[in-house]
């Protein structure tokens, strides 16, 4: 909303809006329009008038007059201007961390973090944080809320690349609706069938381990890893798992020769590649294990193979499993 972007409140803005509608208006009109009482209108008129939103009648002081709309290109102006001193000084800073992490000593390469609230908190905070790329090993036990990110962080360019153990399916940690939902908001994501520990890479500068084991908030820690061997290290464990890892393919619009099979077709097929039991699909899924078995049956039909091995050979070769380059694609 305009509104937020120019700093008013709530009650700012509802009072603007009711007095842009009408030629002048005294507090006690004005708190009848917005449901407010008359006292605290008038001290939200007195912030409209410091921001030149708002001023008082010639012919009648006890009136008020809003100020046009105009007057708010001014506010979102001073609100640009403050953003991009904001966006200088953060570049500032960056220079300066990136100065002070060359001199880390092997004591300063890696901090701790206790308790699963300010793990929480940290990862938030770097995820929203990030510029360029988050990647993310997702293990179970789950302590933070959620296993996908923020949409918006997609949105500003920001790639996102998620393993999930398979065991988050299995035990439904992680619903293949979220998965869904990861995908058309642009994540990249695939599953392991293991994964050897929790992992967040943020920009290839500095990472969260959460540890493992430690199941109480009291005793739960992570470790924060900034630039160093290790953090390459890291680095490349997830690329590595990354090759390996099975993409998953959500719709049929996702496949070579998609008219030959539906989205439902395609769904089971990637599920069952990840190493899913049928009936584990089928609870995946909602529907029956019957229907499972069956819609696998037609797929081995469409591809002219005779096992599920084969069909997992011949869904590559068609490029039934390319997922992210039919993403990028039709982006």
């Known amino acids: 909303m305009l509104s937020d972007v120019l700093g008013l409140t709530p009650e700012e803005a509802d009072t603007y809006h009711a007095l842009i509608s009408v030629a002048s208006a005294t507090p006690a009109e004005l ?3 917005v449901g407010c009482d008359a006292r605290q209108v008038v001290r939200i008129l007195g912030m409209l008038e410091g921001r030149g939103l708002a001023v008082r009648s010639l012919g009648d002081t006890a009136r008020f007059v809003a100020s046009p709309p105009a007057a708010l290109r001014a506010l979102l102006v001073q609100r640009q201007n403050e ?3 904001a966006e200088l000084e953060l570049d500032s800073l960056d220079e300066i961390y990136r100065t002070a992490t060359l001199g880390r000593g092997a004591a300063d ?4 973090i206790r308790g699963t609230g300010a793990i929480r908190e940290r990862i938030r905070q770097i995820q929203l944080g990030a510029r360029t790329e988050v990647m993310n090993f997702a293990k179970a036990p789950v302590f933070s809320a959620g296993n996908m990110t923020d949409g918006a962080v997609i949105a500003r360019g920001v790639r996102y690349r998620a ?3 398979r065991a988050m399916l299995d035990e439904g940690a992680t619903s293949f609706d979220e998965i869904v939902d990861a995908r058309a908001a642009g994540e ?4 392991a069938e293991t994964l050897p520990l929790k992992l967040f890479i943020v920009d290839r500068e500095f990472a969260i381990v959460p540890l493992l084991g430690a199941a109480t908030a009291g005793k739960a820690g992570a470790l924060l890893v900034h630039e160093s061997s290790l953090l390459d290290a890291l680095i490349a464990l997830f690329e590595s798992e990354w090759e390996r890892a099975t993409q998953i393919v959500t719709s ?6 998609g008219s030959a099979i539906e989205d439902l077709d395609a769904q089971i097929l990637s ?3 990840t190493g899913l039991t049928d009936q584990a699909i089928a609870a995946q899924l909602r529907t029956s294990l019957r229907t499972v078995q069956r819609r696998v049956r037609h797929l081995m039909n469409v591809a002219r193979v005779q096992t599920r091995m084969q069909l997992g050979f011949q869904a590559a070769r068609l490029g039934w499993l390319d997922a992210e380059r039919d993403r990028n694609r039709t982006a």
Do not use: F, P, T, Y
């Open 271 to 273: 599920l069952s590649l």
């Open 83 to 85: 953003l991009k001193l």
């Open 163 to 165: 393993i999930l153990e």
């Open 109 to 112: 390469v890696v901090d701790v």
């Open 31 to 33: 708190a009848e329009s």
């Open 252 to 257: 049929a619009g996702a496949v070579q020769n």
């Open 188 to 191: 990249e994501v695939r599953i």
